[in-house]
């Protein structure tokens, strides 16, 4: 969450004299990081203790692709999620090994998570249909 994080880089702005703050986001975020920002850092701007820009970034990580379908795999982060569903090993470390194989290895890993992923696709735990529908598109590993 922008303001969480926010909140917990400004200490360690003040703490290392920062004086000048460049939040880097997806264009449609800008806003909503500038808004964040100027409330979060609200009496350190007014104490000229730094100053604040936004900058858009380029977000088409997809050639020719749309924004559904980029994926960010992070570790989990958030004090609201049931820690009890998270997965072991988290996909995190996962998505980062997965990443770091050869090209070779990488073409078999996709071929492999595929046909897993064909296998799993109807497997929906009863009572959680809704949030399947709501959270997760699947889409082919090629």
Do not use: W, Y
Request: charge should be positive; charged fraction near 20%.
């Amino acid at each position: 969450n922008t303001r969480g994080e926010l909140e917990q880089a400004l200490p360690v702005l003040l703490q290392a004299r920062i004086n000048r703050v460049i939040l880097v986001s997806s264009p449609s975020h800008c806003p909503r990081c500038m808004r964040d920002a100027s409330l979060v850092f609200r009496a350190a701007l007014r104490a000229g203790r730094f100053t604040l820009f936004v900058s858009p970034c380029a977000t088409d990580f997809v050639a020719g692709g749309a924004a559904q379908q980029v994926v960010v795999v992070e570790p989990p982060h958030r004090g609201d999620r049931d820690a009890a569903l998270d997965p072991r090993p988290p996909l995190h470390q996962l998505a980062a090994r997965a990443l770091s194989l050869c090209p070779s290895a990488k073409r078999q890993f996709a071929t492999r998570c595929d046909v897993l992923l064909k296998g799993l696709e109807h497997v929906v735990v009863k009572g959680d249909r809704q949030n399947a529908r709501r959270h997760v598109q699947v889409t082919s590993l090629h």
